[in-house]
């Protein structure tokens, strides 16, 4: 089959087929005669991805300089940043690491649990929907 060589058009504006085999015709609105249909633009739906905060847990047992290397680790805080996340949860109960698509979140939640359990630190993680 041969390709169909695209043609410049302007969306909404009656356009005459040209040639035999035309395919035009079908769109046509009031005023447009034989052979001239009407150019509809074709709508294309994106949709922006639900986005997840994790959040860090406090815990009475858990090193506060291993709270700041998870955040340095697995959430690319500077040490300033990582540290005023670590006070804020120390001092509030909880706090939020950053805000991801599902399967970042999700990857991130598992990677921080995995890695205090494997220091035996009981460091909790979570996610909840934005
Ligand atoms: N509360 C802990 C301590 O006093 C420090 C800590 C901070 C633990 C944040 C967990 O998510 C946490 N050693």
Same mark, same amino acid.
């Given at each position: #089959?041969?390709?169909?060589?695209?043609?410049?058009? @302007?969306?909404? *504006?009656?356009?005459?087929?040209?040639?035999?085999?035309?395919?035009?015709?079908?769109?046509?609105?009031?005023?447009? +005669?034989? +052979?001239?249909?009407?150019?509809?633009?074709? &709508?294309?739906?994106?949709?922006?991805?639900?986005?997840?905060?994790?959040?860090?847990?406090?815990?009475?047992?858990?090193? #506060? /300089?291993?709270?700041?290397?998870?955040? /340095?680790?697995?959430?690319?805080?500077?040490?300033?940043?990582?540290?005023?996340?670590? *006070?804020?949860? %120390? %001092?509030?109960?909880?706090?939020?690491? +950053?805000?991801?698509?599902? /399967?970042?979140? /999700?990857?991130?939640? @598992?990677?921080?649990?995995?890695?205090?359990?494997? %220091? &035996? %630190?009981?460091? &909790?993680? @979570?996610?909840?929907?934005?």
């Amino acid at each position: #089959m041969g390709a169909i060589a695209p043609r410049c058009v @302007t969306p909404g *504006l009656p356009i005459r087929a040209s040639g035999p085999g035309r395919d035009d015709d079908d769109a046509r609105g009031p005023g447009n +005669g034989p +052979g001239v249909g009407t150019i509809v633009k074709t &709508q294309v739906k994106t949709k922006k991805p639900s986005m997840y905060r994790v959040l860090l847990l406090n815990d009475d047992y858990t090193p #506060m /300089e291993f709270v700041v290397h998870v955040l /340095e680790r697995f959430f690319n805080k500077s040490r300033e940043a990582a540290t005023e996340i670590m *006070l804020h949860v %120390h %001092h509030r109960g909880v706090g939020v690491c +950053g805000v991801y698509t599902y /399967e970042v979140a /999700e990857t991130k939640v @598992t990677q921080t649990i995995d890695f205090a359990r494997r %220091h &035996q %630190h009981p460091l &909790q993680c @979570t996610m909840e929907k934005e």
